[in-house]
C-alpha cells in the first residue's frame, strides 16, 4: 500500500450512496490537488468532504485512486474508510443467509428427487452456499486488514510527520 498527502483544493461531484437498500453507505467524488483533477474516488461512508482539507491516504495500488482504501484527516486524526462494525454485519448477514439457503436446499423436495437421481444437484448447491461464505469471510478479512492498516498510520502521524512514511503524490 501507498500512502500519499494530498489537500483537496476543490472537491466536485459528490454523491452518497447505499449498497442496496440497508447496505454499507459509501461516497463517490471528484477532487483536485496541486492543479490535477481525480474523478469517481470512492471511499466507505459518508465523510464531510472540504477544501483545503490535508489527508494522508492509502492507496491499495501505488498512484490510482480508484484503489483508496481510507485516510486520515490531518486535523482531526480522524480515520475515513472500513467500518468495523459494518463488516462483522456484513459477514454475519452473509454467512447467516448461506446457512439459512444451504438447509432449504438440503430439505428440498425437489433436491431429494434429484438426490436419488444423482448428488451433483445438491453438491452443486452446497458448493454455492460454501463460496458465498467463503467470500464474506475474505471481504471482512480484507475491510479489518485495511482497517488496521488505516490505525497504523494514524498512530504514525500522531507521533510526528517523519514517522508517516510518506511517498509524497
Known amino acids: ?7 483537496f ?3 466536485f461531484d ?18 483536485e490537488s496541486a492543479g490535477k483533477r481525480y474523478f469517481n474516488v470512492e471511499v466507505d461512508g459518508w465523510p464531510e468532504l472540504e477544501a483545503g482539507a490535508t ?4 492507496l491499495r495500488t501505488p498512484g490510482n485512486w480508484r484503489t483508496l482504501v481510507g485516510w486520515v484527516e490531518h486535523g482531526s486524526q480522524r480515520i475515513v474508510g472500513p467500518d468495523d462494525r459494518e463488516t462483522r454485519r456484513s459477514a454475519l448477514v452473509g454467512v447467516m443467509v448461506a446457512v439459512v439457503l444451504f438447509g432449504f436446499i438440503l430439505n428440498s423436495k425437489r ?3 434429484a438426490d436419488a437421481a444423482g448428488p451433483w444437484a445438491t453438491f452443486v448447491a452446497a458448493m454455492v452456499c460454501a463460496v458465498a ?12 486488514k485495511d482497517l488496521r492498516a488505516l490505525k497504523a498510520l494514524q498512530d504514525s502521524l500522531t507521533r510526528g510527520p517523519s514517522a508517516a512514511g510518506d511517498d509524497g503524490g
Open 1 to 7: 500500500m501507498q500512502s500519499v498527502v494530498v489537500t
Open 9 to 11: 483544493d476543490r472537491v
Open 14 to 31: 459528490v454523491q452518497r450512496l447505499t449498497r442496496g437498500r440497508s447496505g454499507p453507505k459509501y461516497t463517490l467524488f471528484g477532487f
Open 55 to 58: 489527508v494522508t491516504a492509502l
Open 111 to 113: 433436491f431429494a428427487a
Open 133 to 144: 461464505v467463503v467470500s464474506m469471510f475474505f471481504l471482512a478479512y480484507r475491510q479489518t
